[in-house]
């Protein structure tokens, strides 16, 4: 036996003096083998359990004679085990329902904060690569509800692409509904189109709309995702924690929703998206309606072209179209037709360059 062999030790030594009454401490110690070491320990121990009581000589003097120890009856000692279990019992249950009472306090208070931390907005800057990647990856993984998102752009990269499907894949496989909007101009590529095309086999609701505001991302309506300053190039996210931002930018997301068209509804693309954007017909498509709007509201056709997500030289071969189906030689007086055959807002500034 080992020194972890202490209760053991307790046993064997109770075991010989119950069944040697004559035997003190020291000869039952001795007749079991316990290592001196730990006879003082061990004696204690049976002591505590109340399977030791001291007894006294009615002979010798209490001063010229030890106190000797002998086992109490096999009677005795269970009733005083089962006094002793039924007294941790009895503390532990104590113990657990204080815990439990002060657990509900904590609940509760905690409960109470939550709450009114989803009224107040965190916002954090995120301007690392791999970081932003392993928000989303995070933001894809923790939803439970639904994800929104809008879409500016399409990326190059195909390994890219994957593993934005592949995560939301495995999001809509656990029940998250997800819904996207995405420029109209992505399924005039190839490229974009095969992707849209992806998304919506996966089981996703694709739609597409000709000019979208900023992109956005917005999960179970709790946190969202959106464009932030950029610092020396970098790409840089802000994401925002509250349930009232989220609930507020939902509500950009519904409005670019039901003004898009579904993706059902695109053709796939069978010309370079250099020649599209055209119309031979007398009304403008949604597409120039965007661009006419923006022109007259002042932007340049760089400023334009970012927002559609088309080239410049699409934009100038739209605006050239257009000047020759309403016969004007110069953008002003583009600009002056198409506000008074109410294909743009406002008070009908004409055109800048």
């Not at 000797?68 to 503390?91: C, F, I, K």
């Not at 053709?267 to 923006?294: I, K």
């Amino acid at each position: 036996m080992t020194a972890r062999d202490l209760d053991a030790w307790a046993q064997e030594l109770y075991r010989a003096m119950s069944r040697n009454s004559g035997l003190g401490v020291p000869e039952a110690a001795d007749l079991v083998r316990i290592p001196t070491a730990r006879l003082g320990e061990t004696q204690q121990r049976l002591i505590e359990l109340g399977l030791l009581e001291p007894v006294q000589s009615t002979d010798t003097p209490e001063e010229a004679c030890p106190v000797r120890y002998v086992t109490s009856t096999p009677e005795v000692s269970l009733a005083r085990l089962m006094q002793r279990g039924e007294g941790m019992w009895n503390l532990m249950q104590r113990e657990m329902e204080a815990t439990h009472a002060a657990m509900s306090v904590v609940a509760s208070e905690f409960t109470h904060t939550q709450a009114a931390k989803m009224q107040v907005i965190y916002a954090d800057m995120i301007t690392d690569r791999r970081r932003i990647e392993q928000m989303l990856s995070d933001a894809a993984e923790s939803a439970t509800d639904e994800i929104l998102s809008v879409h500016t752009s399409v990326p190059n990269s195909v390994e890219a692409l994957e593993t934005g499907r592949a995560r939301n894949r495995k999001a809509m496989e656990r029940g998250v509904r997800m819904r996207t909007v995405h420029l109209a101009s992505t399924a005039r590529s190839s490229h974009g189109y095969a992707h849209l095309k992806a998304l919506d086999t996966d089981g996703m609701q694709v739609r597409l709309l000709h000019h979208v505001p900023f992109r956005l991302l917005i999960v179970d309506d709790s946190f969202a995702v959106t464009p932030g300053l950029p610092e020396r190039g970098s790409p840089t996210v802000m994401m925002l924690r509250g349930r009232e931002i989220s609930r507020l930018l939902r509500e950009v997301f519904e409005f670019c929703w039901l003004n898009s068209a579904p993706f059902g509804s695109a053709n796939e693309p069978d010309v370079p998206e250099e020649e599209s954007g055209t119309d031979s017909g007398q009304q403008p498509t949604a597409q120039q309606r965007v661009m006419l709007q923006m022109m007259s509201e002042g932007m340049k056709d760089e400023s334009v072209s970012r927002k559609l997500g088309i080239s410049v030289r699409t934009v100038g071969r739209m605006v050239n179209s257009l000047m020759v189906q309403l016969n004007v030689q110069t953008r002003y007086q583009l600009g002056v037709h198409a506000a008074r055959m109410g294909w743009i807002t406002g008070a009908g500034r004409g055109i800048e360059a």
